[in-house]
């Protein structure tokens, strides 16, 4: 994918990134030349599910990527959307690291497997971080991620 677009890394995101984006297609208001990211709205299903073939690979997928093309990976977690619900990241996203339903072990497994030895980043989207002592959530991130690299 990087030599197709002729850079040195691309960053992989999946999902809508912001849920007013979802409201506003509902609502028959998004522009369509609004620049935000909408992901499959107003696709069929086959166009759908093609699109997120082409951004997003399983888990074992991960497995052939190069080692040399990854900088960097982001480790976060999400709760399950029911289908028909319009994912809203301060629900869905507001989860604890290995706390929600993505099988974080089963995709780090898979980058290490391709012998990438580099940086994992976490992301922690959780409003409760903020009432929290910095000092127990960066040795809590720190755990998380030596039990999930380990």
């Known amino acids: ?47 759908a599910l093609a699109d997120t073939a082409r951004r997003v690979a399983l888990a074992a997928d991960i497995a052939a990527l190069p080692a040399d093309r990854m900088v960097a990976v982001h480790v976060c977690d999400g709760l399950h959307v029911p289908p028909g619900e319009v994912p809203d990241q301060s629900i869905s996203r ?16 898979a980058r290490k497997a391709t012998g990438y030895d580099g940086c994992y980043c976490p992301e922690i989207f959780c409003d409760k971080v903020a009432e929290l002592d910095d000092v127990l959530v960066a040795s809590t991130v720190r755990n998380t991620g030596r039990m999930l690299l380990a």
């Open 94 to 109: 507001n989860v604890w690291p290995g706390a929600g339903n993505i099988p974080l072990q089963e995709w780090i497994d």
């Open 1 to 47: 994918m990087t030599s197709i677009v002729g850079a040195p890394y691309v960053q992989m995101c999946t999902g809508l990134v912001d849920v007013r984006v979802v409201k506003e297609f509902r609502a028959g208001t998004l522009s369509p030349d609004d620049l935000r990211f909408r992901g499959p709205l107003g696709m069929s299903d086959k166009e």
